[in-house]
Each structure stands twice: as structure tokens, then as C-alpha cells.
């Protein structure tokens, strides 16, 4: 559960991202991923800061669908722009358990890494 986009997120601040499955997002990004705010209670609602760039969102949709432990997490690094919604500036690192995801996205990565020089992988393989 979630409240709507509140306030600007703040340079250097740490948000989680996942799935935006609201109809609004959807019609502008069939493959929207949200960037929320973090809470620190259990039960709290999660509050949307904007949404990581629609050419990068195919991608991480298909990272975070493929594992239910897979996280990805973005560090700001500007303030928001509006493109398609309102995209959040941020280093983006993204953790998995299994090396094959980890392979696929670093591969991935590394083919965009020219054009993207906001995405920074970490892999956590056990």
C-alpha cells in the first residue's frame, strides 16, 4: 500500500524501488518502476517519490519479476525531472542471491553503460 507522489526526495537519500502497478503509471510506462520512500514502521504506507527512467524500466521490471528476493534501491543524485512522469536522478544498485540474474543484468548494464551512467550494479551472491 501506498500514498500518492509527496515532496521532493533529498540528494544522497536511499529509496526502494518496485513495481507500479497503479492504472495512471501503467498508461504511460507499461513497465513502470516505482521509487518510494522508505519507512522505518512495519505497517506504514509506502510513499511514491517518482519513477526510475522509462528507457532503464523494461529492464529492472524483468530483474525484479524474476526472483522475490531480488531488491533494487536508488541513491539520488539530482532533483526530479519531468519526462515520462516524474523520473527520479539516482544511482541505481540492484542485489540478487543467484549468479545467473546477476550475470544477465551486468551484461545488461555493461552494453549501457555509455548511455546510463547512473545505473551501478552490486551483486550479492550466496
Not at 526526495?9 to 522508505?38: F, M, W
Not at 509506502?46 to 541513491?75: C, M, W, Y
Request: charged share 30%; net charge positive.
Amino acid at each position: 500500500m501506498f500514498t500518492s507522489i509527496r515532496g521532493p526526495p533529498v540528494i544522497d537519500q536511499v529509496l526502494e524501488c518496485e513495481q507500479d502497478t497503479r492504472a495512471e503509471a501503467k498508461e504511460h510506462d507499461s513497465n513502470a518502476i516505482g521509487v518510494y520512500l522508505v519507512m522505518k514502521q512495519p505497517d506504514a504506507k509506502k510513499t511514491l517519490a517518482g519513477h526510475v527512467p522509462i528507457e532503464l524500466s523494461r529492464l529492472l521490471k524483468n530483474f525484479l519479476e524474476e526472483n522475490d528476493e531480488n531488491r533494487l534501491f536508488a541513491q539520488v543524485t539530482g532533483k526530479r525531472k519531468r519526462e515520462v512522469g516524474l523520473v527520479v536522478p539516482a544511482k541505481f544498485t540492484a542485489f540478487t542471491t543467484e549468479l545467473r540474474i546477476a550475470r544477465i543484468l551486468e551484461r545488461e548494464r555493461n552494453g549501457r553503460a555509455v548511455k546510463y551512467t547512473h545505473f551501478e550494479l552490486k551483486n550479492i551472491v550466496f
